[in-house]
């Protein structure tokens, strides 16, 4: 069957934000950037971080522009900070878990010699994407500030102390892991240190300045590559590193790993302008930069659960987590966390994030710090869109577009051996999807996951539009993907039994491999199809292969429900562990629910078999990015007490001091779960994946309390929410494209709704709880005196007796003390919704007949309680009838 999607459209017109007064709809204002953020949120710490790997992977404060990935250590005999460069990229056939790929590109110490210190304290503060270290010797206070600049493309550092003539250092920056595979030399001149080599297998040439600028004092430079400042009042160092790498499909396209670089420009005179440019500003208009580029990204979005700012380090917050020791500012602070890690990490014309952002500090990277596409890549970008930072996914659209034509070979490969017959001879055969790829290279296809990781992809293009709603983005950007990534699958996939299914088909790192038809493969084939439709309709289309995607669209069967009532992983299982491993970390049958479209609260059925397959994979990995994953599955099933229990585990057993998170206890950092805990968390609080915008859907009883604000939903509506005692007291949704707004919330058609200037809002209800309205883009729509909700108790234990002599199954189950009567409803096979069988049942048993019983080889039965008030349960017990 065809899934249809409810797609409104949207027209684009200038955005105007409003504001909505707390005590009532008064006179509307602007929302700047600074009245989102109210509460500070910061990392801080009594101690320097340890001067080791260790340290570095627990404690040492992460910053970042894209150009650059920084770990500050703030020590105080000597400050070390350790530069990635993501293009500095070595190879080698190593195996196991470190390998040589992405290289460690600058360890920067700053000799101070300050060792009777007292009153230290080392800070990031997330609001403003700065970080300080300030402590007092001798009766001088001294200070530290640092920060990252996209804007002018260097880092800076100020030191400071608060009487004149103390400022006194030694800058020496050294190139790490020098040797057979890197090349390189330190010099120093005037106010300038240079750092400059190669990496010898792809020859790329790297460089990094380093200015000095004092205020007061004597400077000197050495023959050792050093610049010692003495008895200055102030001094301010400016870093600025590049490589010869560029976004280019030659990168690609070459196969000799010395000539992918061949003809770019030495970066010697890029990375000398860049600090030509910056070093003629003051700090102050530096800062000045880098505070309105990164807080016009960091405040519009807040998250606030009314907890204080604790008084102890952030260090004993984490291990106080466990225990309840600490406050739920941890869980505040770990949601803004992922969004400011990537800030750092993703930026318009930079690499995007890979399998630890944009920090590494080994000559041999965990897996070599590549990109993943089966999970890890998407992980990075889970929180892009519905966190409000949807022009940071164009740091992927430009790495996407230098390994495509890449992948349009490999397609025709792939076509030419496993269905040579839909072979286009010319080579119109699509872009098939990568499983591993690096700044340099993406091999062919790997058994580990199937060819679904390309219409996942694509499934990062459709929400880049359908979260924004511009309509030359999705022309110019998004549909030439989705298009191409289709025609790729449409000739990919072969007619087995009546459905089109992809062989060879993997599901994402289970052992089972090279099968036919896996979930994962099929429902991001159907995810992508119907997207690239949809865009087609928009777009006023008509593309020759589009009439083929439509026709097999349905023949895709994204969608198989085992005996056990779960979401089947293979085609082949029956009951949920018959294949594979049963609590594996990728739950990849369940891409269709999260982040997918596929499953929703239109597909009911389907959903329970979701919360099935979820149950049955249990709480037993210990995976950071798995746990994140959960989080969202679960919000999406409306579970929000066990997604808050998966964000609870991942911030109590997997996030160290520094809030990295460690992927499985060795420590070993991964950026993916961090990203992905803020996409979790912000399921929670906003879901719209069925173009309903539904805010609060999982919401845990420990969140009683709070708000939000900035959270974006499909259809480009920005939606803020207040909540206590558990009930919605308010929301505001600034509709920045225009077109119907379909909203839902428990009574929500029985509160006061009005325009932020206070004018009435006419609006269409479908149900005390589903609302539209035909919005104007710029108004803000604002909600409240919402009637409180009190939900109703389903029933449990759903039971059945079969007797096929008589065509009959009797059901019976316990009561609900809110019960009335009781509706039955069963879904057959694979079904999508269930059908209702009988309403107002009076009594805890109800008979089933049928005539074609024993036609029917599986069904799942439901039933709910209704209400005096005839409010039907939202659960419902359920059971499954296989025929014997």
Same mark, same amino acid.
């Given at each position: 069957?065809?899934?249809?999607?409810?797609? !409104?459209?949207?027209?684009?017109?200038?955005?105007?934000?409003?504001?909505?007064?707390?005590?009532?709809?008064?006179?509307?204002?602007?929302?700047?950037?600074?009245?989102?953020?109210?509460?500070? @949120?910061?990392?801080?710490?009594?101690?320097?971080?340890?001067?080791?790997?260790?340290?570095?992977?627990?404690?040492?404060?992460?910053?970042?522009?894209?150009?650059?990935?920084?770990?500050?250590?703030?020590? $105080?005999?000597?400050?070390?900070?350790?530069?990635?460069?993501?293009?500095?990229?070595?190879?080698?056939?190593?195996?196991?878990?470190?390998?040589?790929?992405?290289?460690?590109?600058?360890?920067?110490?700053?000799?101070?010699?300050?060792?009777?210190?007292?009153?230290?304290?080392?800070?990031?503060?997330?609001?403003? =994407?700065? *970080?300080?270290?300030?402590?007092?010797?001798?009766?001088?206070?001294?200070?530290?500030?640092?920060?990252?600049?996209?804007?002018?493309?260097?880092?800076?550092?100020?030191?400071?102390?608060?009487?004149?003539?103390?400022?006194?250092?030694?800058?020496?920056?050294?190139?790490?892991?020098?040797?057979?595979?890197?090349?390189?030399?330190?010099?120093?001149?005037?106010?300038?240190?240079?750092?400059?080599?190669?990496?010898?297998?792809?020859?790329?040439?790297?460089?990094?300045?380093?200015?000095?600028?004092?205020?007061?004092?004597?400077?000197?430079?050495?023959?050792?590559?050093?610049?010692?400042?003495?008895?200055?009042?102030?001094?301010?160092?400016? !870093?600025?590193?590049?490589?010869?790498?560029?976004?280019?499909?030659?990168?690609?396209?070459?196969?000799?790993?010395?000539?992918?670089?061949?003809?770019?420009?030495?970066?010697?005179?890029?990375?000398?302008?860049?600090?030509?440019?910056?070093?003629?500003?003051?700090?102050?208009?530096?800062?000045?930069?880098?505070?309105?580029?990164?807080?016009?990204?960091?405040?519009?979005?807040?998250?606030?659960?009314?907890?204080?700012?604790?008084?102890?380090?952030?260090?004993?917050?984490?291990?106080?987590? &466990?225990?309840?020791?600490? *406050?739920?500012?941890?869980?505040?602070?770990?949601?803004?966390?992922?969004?400011?890690? @990537?800030?750092? *990490?993703?930026?318009?014309?930079?690499?995007?994030?890979?399998?630890? /952002?944009?920090?590494? +500090?080994?000559?041999?990277?965990?897996?070599?710090?590549?990109?993943?596409?089966?999970?890890? #890549?998407?992980?990075?970008?889970?929180?892009?869109?519905?966190? %409000?930072?949807?022009?940071?996914?164009?740091?992927?659209?430009?790495?996407?577009?230098?390994?495509?034509?890449?992948?349009?070979?490999?397609?025709?490969?792939?076509?030419?051996?496993?269905?040579?017959?839909?072979?286009?001879?010319? =080579?119109?055969?699509?872009?098939?999807?990568?499983?591993?790829?690096?700044?340099?290279? #993406?091999?062919?296809?790997?058994?580990?996951? =199937?060819?679904?990781?390309?219409?996942?992809?694509?499934?990062?293009?459709?929400?880049?539009?359908?979260?924004?709603?511009?309509?030359?983005?999705?022309?110019?950007?998004?549909?030439?993907?989705?298009?191409?990534?289709?025609?790729?699958?449409?000739?990919?996939?072969?007619?087995?039994?009546?459905?089109?299914?992809?062989?060879?088909?993997?599901?994402?790192?289970?052992?089972?491999?090279?099968?036919?038809?896996?979930?994962?493969?099929?429902?991001?084939?159907?995810?992508?199809?119907?997207?690239?439709?949809?865009?087609?309709? $928009?777009?006023?289309?008509?593309?020759?292969?589009?009439?083929?995607?439509?026709?097999?669209?349905?023949?895709?069967? &994204?969608?198989?429900?085992?005996?056990?009532?779960?979401?089947?992983?293979?085609?082949?299982?029956?009951?949920?562990?018959?294949?594979?491993?049963?609590?594996?970390?990728?739950?990849?049958?369940?891409?269709?629910?999260?982040? /997918?479209?596929?499953? %929703?609260?239109?597909?009911?059925?389907?959903?329970?078999?979701?919360?099935?397959?979820?149950?049955?994979?249990?709480?037993?990995?210990?995976?950071?990015?798995?746990?994140?994953?959960?989080?969202?599955?679960?919000?999406?099933?409306?579970?929000?007490?066990?997604?808050?229990?998966?964000?609870?585990?991942?911030?109590?057993?997997?996030?160290?001091?520094?809030?990295?998170?460690?992927?499985?206890?060795? &420590?070993?950092?991964?950026?993916?779960?961090?990203?992905?805990?803020?996409?979790?968390?912000?399921?929670?609080?906003?879901?719209?994946?069925?173009?309903?915008?539904?805010?609060?859907?999982?919401?845990?009883?420990?969140?009683?309390?709070?708000?939000?604000?900035?959270?974006?939903?499909? /259809?480009?509506?920005?939606?803020?929410?207040?909540?206590?005692?558990?009930?919605?007291?308010?929301?505001? +949704?600034?509709?920045?494209?225009?077109?119907?707004?379909?909203?839902?919330?428990?009574?929500?058609?029985?509160?006061? $709704?009005?325009?932020?200037?206070?004018?009435?809002?006419?609006?269409?209800?479908?149900?005390?709880?589903?609302?539209?309205?035909?919005?104007?883009?710029?108004?803000?729509?604002?909600? %409240?005196?919402?009637?409180?909700?009190?939900?109703?108790?389903?029933?449990?234990?759903?039971?059945?007796?079969?007797?096929?002599?008589?065509?009959?199954?009797?059901?019976?189950?316990?009561?609900?003390?809110?019960?009335?009567?009781?509706?039955?409803?069963?879904?057959?096979?694979?079904?999508?919704?269930?059908?209702?069988?009988?309403?107002?049942?009076?009594?805890?048993?109800?008979?089933?007949?049928?005539?074609?019983?024993?036609?029917?080889?599986?069904?799942?039965?439901?039933?709910?309680?209704?209400?005096?008030? /005839?409010?039907?349960?939202?659960?419902?017990?359920?059971?499954?009838? @296989?025929?014997?």
């Amino acid at each position: 069957m065809i899934i249809k999607y409810r797609l !409104i459209s949207f027209v684009h017109h200038l955005l105007m934000v409003m504001i909505f007064n707390a005590t009532f709809f008064v006179v509307a204002q602007d929302v700047t950037n600074t009245d989102r953020a109210t509460k500070t @949120l910061r990392l801080w710490y009594d101690k320097p971080t340890p001067d080791n790997d260790k340290g570095w992977v627990n404690r040492s404060i992460p910053m970042g522009n894209g150009y650059m990935g920084v770990n500050i250590f703030g020590g $105080i005999t000597t400050e070390r900070i350790q530069i990635t460069e993501n293009s500095l990229y070595d190879w080698g056939e190593d195996n196991g878990l470190k390998r040589r790929g992405l290289n460690n590109f600058a360890e920067v110490y700053i000799d101070f010699n300050h060792k009777n210190t007292k009153a230290y304290k080392q800070e990031l503060n997330l609001n403003k =994407g700065v *970080s300080y270290v300030e402590y007092e010797e001798e009766g001088v206070k001294y200070s530290r500030e640092y920060f990252t600049s996209y804007p002018d493309k260097v880092m800076a550092i100020r030191l400071s102390a608060s009487k004149k003539g103390k400022v006194s250092f030694t800058l020496r920056p050294k190139i790490p892991f020098l040797g057979v595979g890197k090349s390189g030399t330190v010099s120093a001149k005037g106010d300038i240190i240079t750092l400059s080599g190669m990496m010898n297998y792809y020859k790329i040439k790297f460089e990094g300045q380093f200015k000095v600028i004092p205020q007061g004092g004597t400077m000197k430079a050495t023959n050792s590559g050093t610049i010692t400042v003495a008895d200055a009042n102030s001094a301010v160092i400016l !870093i600025a590193i590049g490589t010869n790498y560029k976004l280019d499909s030659q990168v690609f396209l070459t196969e000799d790993p010395a000539k992918k670089l061949a003809g770019f420009p030495d970066p010697h005179d890029k990375v000398s302008n860049y600090l030509k440019v910056a070093s003629v500003k003051p700090y102050e208009k530096l800062l000045a930069n880098h505070l309105a580029d990164y807080t016009k990204l960091y405040n519009r979005v807040n998250f606030d659960l009314g907890a204080a700012e604790p008084t102890m380090p952030t260090n004993d917050l984490v291990d106080g987590y &466990p225990t309840g020791k600490s *406050s739920k500012y941890l869980e505040e602070l770990a949601f803004q966390y992922g969004r400011y890690m @990537l800030i750092c *990490s993703s930026r318009k014309g930079t690499l995007p994030p890979h399998l630890q /952002g944009i920090w590494n +500090v080994y000559e041999k990277a965990p897996w070599s710090s590549q990109y993943l596409h089966d999970t890890n #890549v998407q992980m990075a970008y889970a929180p892009v869109f519905s966190a %409000n930072l949807p022009e940071l996914f164009e740091s992927y659209v430009d790495y996407f577009k230098t390994f495509e034509p890449r992948q349009r070979l490999y397609a025709t490969e792939y076509i030419k051996q496993y269905n040579k017959t839909q072979l286009d001879s010319k =080579g119109d055969n699509g872009w098939s999807g990568p499983f591993w790829s690096s700044p340099y290279t #993406v091999p062919g296809k790997s058994p580990v996951a =199937g060819f679904g990781t390309g219409s996942w992809i694509g499934l990062l293009f459709w929400d880049y539009y359908d979260f924004t709603r511009n309509e030359s983005l999705l022309a110019d950007k998004v549909y030439p993907v989705l298009y191409e990534q289709a025609n790729f699958v449409s000739r990919f996939v072969t007619n087995t039994n009546g459905v089109l299914l992809a062989n060879p088909s993997s599901s994402p790192e289970q052992k089972i491999r090279n099968t036919v038809g896996t979930t994962f493969d099929q429902q991001m084939f159907y995810e992508n199809h119907h997207n690239t439709v949809k865009a087609a309709e $928009i777009l006023k289309r008509s593309d020759s292969r589009l009439a083929t995607y439509k026709k097999q669209l349905p023949l895709l069967d &994204p969608i198989q429900i085992g005996k056990s009532g779960q979401i089947k992983e293979f085609r082949q299982e029956n009951y949920f562990d018959d294949m594979g491993d049963p609590n594996h970390r990728h739950a990849s049958m369940l891409l269709g629910l999260y982040p /997918g479209q596929l499953i %929703n609260d239109n597909t009911p059925a389907w959903l329970d078999a979701a919360k099935v397959s979820l149950l049955k994979r249990d709480h037993k990995t210990n995976i950071g990015w798995a746990r994140a994953e959960r989080i969202a599955m679960w919000a999406r099933v409306h579970d929000g007490e066990e997604a808050y229990s998966f964000y609870k585990e991942l911030l109590g057993e997997n996030y160290m001091h520094n809030l990295f998170n460690d992927h499985r206890g060795d &420590p070993l950092f991964q950026a993916d779960a961090n990203y992905g805990a803020t996409a979790g968390v912000a399921e929670m609080l906003l879901q719209s994946q069925d173009y309903v915008v539904a805010p609060l859907s999982a919401m845990p009883k420990e969140w009683a309390e709070g708000s939000y604000s900035g959270l974006l939903a499909r /259809g480009n509506f920005e939606v803020s929410a207040k909540w206590s005692k558990g009930q919605a007291d308010s929301f505001e +949704v600034l509709s920045k494209s225009g077109g119907t707004l379909a909203f839902r919330y428990p009574n929500v058609a029985n509160a006061i $709704i009005k325009t932020a200037e206070g004018k009435k809002v006419d609006f269409k209800a479908k149900d005390s709880d589903h609302i539209s309205i035909k919005t104007v883009a710029g108004q803000t729509y604002v909600i %409240n005196a919402i009637p409180e909700y009190v939900p109703v108790m389903a029933p449990s234990k759903l039971k059945m007796e079969s007797n096929l002599a008589e065509n009959q199954i009797q059901l019976s189950w316990s009561e609900s003390k809110d019960a009335v009567a009781y509706n039955v409803y069963r879904a057959v096979g694979n079904a999508a919704d269930y059908e209702q069988l009988a309403s107002k049942v009076k009594e805890t048993s109800f008979v089933y007949k049928a005539s074609d019983l024993k036609q029917t080889s599986q069904m799942t039965f439901k039933v709910t309680a209704v209400r005096s008030d /005839g409010r039907e349960s939202k659960e419902g017990a359920t059971t499954i009838w @296989l025929l014997p």
